[in-house]
């Protein structure tokens, strides 16, 4: 099956900082979503991406289909950004519409 | 709030016995989800609905089973809880199949 990579695994930010967080993916996808995992757990669509660029406050997402990657940028981090980021994807070969989720980039941000 | 619930949203249970996790949502979607989330391996699927008496596997689907009778609410039954399915489960509704998910908060099983 499709694999998704996520990169880094882990960040760790001063209150303030950029970040750019990256999920590759082995085949291609019709439909691509970002989610944040709050640290109570709580998880929140942020973007869906299948291609090409959107923004969202401090947030913003790009993917480049044909490469096979997508961005998400975080800018000005605050402590409330702090949890997991998930890229999820629904491969277009083998019929199914069901997300494949990666494994996420754990996002820390000190005071 | 969103419209979907999960219950028990914790609970413990000795190996061998019976679970089951409820799903209920408010808003008439028609696809439902169950997945899991281990450390290490993100949200892994279990089974997926996509309407009333309508389910199929996903991935990890070997010792769970679900049932739909209702549009609202999707069960997900553990026949023999084993310590393996200790897990957090997130159940997932959406109107259109891959698109615009909402999650539950979860239930957190530890089986003993």
């Known amino acids: 099956g499709i694999q998704v990579e996520q990169s880094p695994p882990d960040l760790i930010l001063q209150e303030g900082a950029n970040s750019t967080l990256r999920c590759n993916f082995s085949?291609?996808?019709?439909?691509l979503q970002w989610f944040h995992q709050n640290p109570w757990g709580q998880l929140i669509n942020l973007f869906y991406i299948p291609s090409g660029t959107k923004q969202n406050g401090r947030l913003s997402a790009t993917t480049v289909a044909t490469e096979r990657y997508s961005l998400l940028y975080i800018s000005s981090s605050q402590t409330t950004d702090s949890g997991v980021y998930f890229c999820a994807v629904v491969p277009t070969q083998g019929g199914s519409e069901k997300l494949v989720f990666g494994k996420g980039t754990k996002l820390t941000v000190n005071p | 709030d969103a419209g979907i619930t999960q219950s028990p949203r914790h609970k413990v249970t000795e190996t061998g016995t019976p679970v089951t996790l409820r799903c209920h949502q408010t808003?008439?979607?028609?696809?439902m989800y169950w997945y899991r989330q281990d450390p290490g391996h993100g949200l892994r699927l279990i089974h997926y609905?996509?309407?009333?008496?309508?389910?199929d596997k996903g991935e990890v689907s070997d010792g769970y089973s679900v049932s739909r009778s209702k549009t609202e609410d999707f069960l997900l039954t553990l026949e023999s809880a084993t310590s393996s399915q200790t897990s957090v489960y997130f159940c997932?509704?959406?109107?259109?199949?891959?698109?615009?998910?909402?999650f539950g908060s979860g239930t957190r099983l530890t089986v003993v």
């Open positions: 997932a509704i959406s109107a259109r199949t891959g698109y615009g998910y909402t």
């Open positions: 808003e008439n979607h028609r696809y």
């Open positions: 085949d291609s996808v019709n439909n």
């Open positions: 609905s996509y309407g009333v008496k309508d389910t």
